[in-house]
């Protein structure tokens, strides 16, 4: 049986968790309130303080399904309570961000600076003039927006110049040598 699909998902204080019909999942909690449809065939039950993601059988596709149905409840739980964040890395001479308002303008050596706006949910916010954070509850939105982000203009192998994930390692290569 799935280990990630068969584990219950503790409902913390403050947070509610309402099943409606079709399996549509709403979680209200302290930072906001996010609900999905969730695949029909698995059964949703909120047992007590717990909230449990059973499959009817043993195929292939519902055993996916399962642990998949329990981890997307699980990350809406965590979104609105603690809510998630990623850190994203400016690197290069010239290169920075700032902020006004709501709209984030990136200076990343084109002829014209990359003005982005911050979608419904999503804030952007500046550690200095190089450190990008990422915040939302949503999960799935925090982590697209990053990658937009981060697509202005992708670290480079050579001098790692560019737009990375602060955790990420930027492969380095060596660069061309002159003739001797």
Known sequence: ???IGR???AIPAGVTVEIAENNKVTVKGPKGTLER????EMEIKKEGEQVVVTRPNDLKKMKSLHGLTRTLI???VVGV???????LEVNGVGYRASKQGKTLTLNLGYSHPVEMTDPEGIETVLDGQ???IVKGIDKEKVGQVAAEIRDKRRPEP??????KYA??????KVGKTGKK
């Open 37 to 40: 449809v969730l695949p029909s």
């Open 130 to 132: 190089n450190i990008i």
């Open 167 to 172: 955790d990420e390692v930027i492969r380095r």
């Open 74 to 76: 699980h990350n809406m």
């Open 7 to 9: 584990m219950p998902i």
């Open 158 to 163: 050579y001098k790692g110049k560019g737009i």
């Open 1 to 3: 049986m799935s280990r």
């Open 81 to 87: 309570t603690e809510g998630y964040e990623k850190k």
